[in-house]
């Protein structure tokens, strides 16, 4: 089984900052893209960003020029910089993963989330 553990929430004032990390552990062969969703209260999860094994990046237009994602394939972990924070980031924010399990098996992933992370940013 594949397990992604996220850290790094909190509570901050707006125009402060947070990291976020996700870790994936258990057996697999790669982890192909990590993407990084929240959900506010009464509102759906939406993507917030995205990266893909190659390093290509994908961003929610409300987050653009304010968050970065990066990803280190040797420790298995993806990051989200989240800098000049709003109170409209306040939200659970999880980690997924399509994880490719056997080498052989390309093109075939399996989809993982992590169990969220709060963030949380006064005005």
């Known amino acids: 089984q594949v397990q992604l553990v996220e850290s790094g929430g909190g509570s901050v004032q707006a125009g402060g900052s947070l990291r976020l990390s996700c870790a994936a552990s258990?057996?697999?062969?790669?982890?192909?893209?990590m993407t990084w969703y929240c959900q506010a209260p009464g509102k759906q999860r939406e993507l917030v960003a995205r990266?893909?094994?190659?390093?290509?990046?994908l961003y929610a237009d409300s987050v653009k020029g304010r968050f970065t994602i990066s990803r280190d394939n040797a420790k298995n972990t993806v990051y989200l910089q989240m800098n000049s924070l709003k109170p409209e980031d306040t939200a659970v924010y999880y980690c997924?993963?399509?994880?490719?399990?056997?080498?052989?098996?390309?093109?075939?992933?399996?989809?993982?989330w992590g169990q969220g992370t709060q963030v949380t940013v006064s005005s």
């Open positions: 997924n993963a399509d994880v490719q399990k056997l080498s052989w098996q390309v093109g075939v992933t399996s989809n993982y």
């Open positions: 990266i893909r094994d190659g390093g290509s990046t």
């Open positions: 258990g057996k697999f062969f790669r982890i192909n893209t």
